[in-house]
């Protein structure tokens, strides 16, 4: 059981992010937000000229790759958990530190919200 510490903890990192959105989204639905009975805002349509996404959805998928690739480094040290023992995880704690703040960062500036 020793040798799977690494994965319940690299699983434990997805599934607690994953868990929070579903509340949040949960939480925005009862609060009736977006229903379909809500009416749209006809008053200043969209030009046909003009793009389909803004900047902000560029950053947050910048981010997402991003992220991505340091969830693939995760993966590989959850791998090698039984190896590096107590060193390993401060150094993907040291890792990590600096992907948290980032995205507290852009969660802070509302590049998130596209």
Same mark, same amino acid.
């Given at each position: 059981?020793?040798?799977?510490?690494?994965?319940?903890?690299?699983?434990?990192?997805?599934?607690?992010?994953?868990?929070?959105?579903?509340?949040?989204?949960?939480?925005?639905?009862?609060?009736?937000?977006?229903?379909?009975?809500?009416?749209?805002?006809?008053?200043?349509?969209?030009?046909?000229?003009?793009?389909?996404?803004?900047?902000?959805?560029?950053?947050? @998928?910048? &981010? /997402?790759?991003? $992220?991505? !690739?340091? %969830? #693939?480094?995760? *993966?590989?040290? @959850?791998? &090698? /958990?039984?190896? $590096?023992? !107590?060193? %390993? #995880?401060?150094? *993907?704690?040291?890792?990590?530190?600096?992907?948290?703040?980032?995205?507290?960062? #852009?969660?802070?500036?509302?590049?998130?919200?596209?």
């Amino acid at each position: 059981m020793a040798e799977y510490v690494g994965v319940l903890i690299m699983l434990g990192l997805v599934a607690v992010p994953g868990c929070l959105g579903w509340m949040l989204i949960t939480r925005r639905r009862e609060a009736g937000e977006g229903s379909p009975e809500e009416p749209a805002d006809v008053s200043s349509p969209r030009p046909e000229s003009s793009p389909g996404a803004g900047s902000g959805f560029f950053l947050a @998928a910048a &981010a /997402f790759v991003v $992220l991505q !690739a340091a %969830g #693939l480094v995760v *993966v590989a040290w @959850a791998l &090698a /958990f039984g190896q $590096l023992a !107590a060193q %390993g #995880l401060m150094e *993907v704690g040291i890792f990590l530190l600096p992907l948290a703040v980032a995205v507290a960062y #852009l969660w802070r500036r509302g590049a998130l919200d596209w």
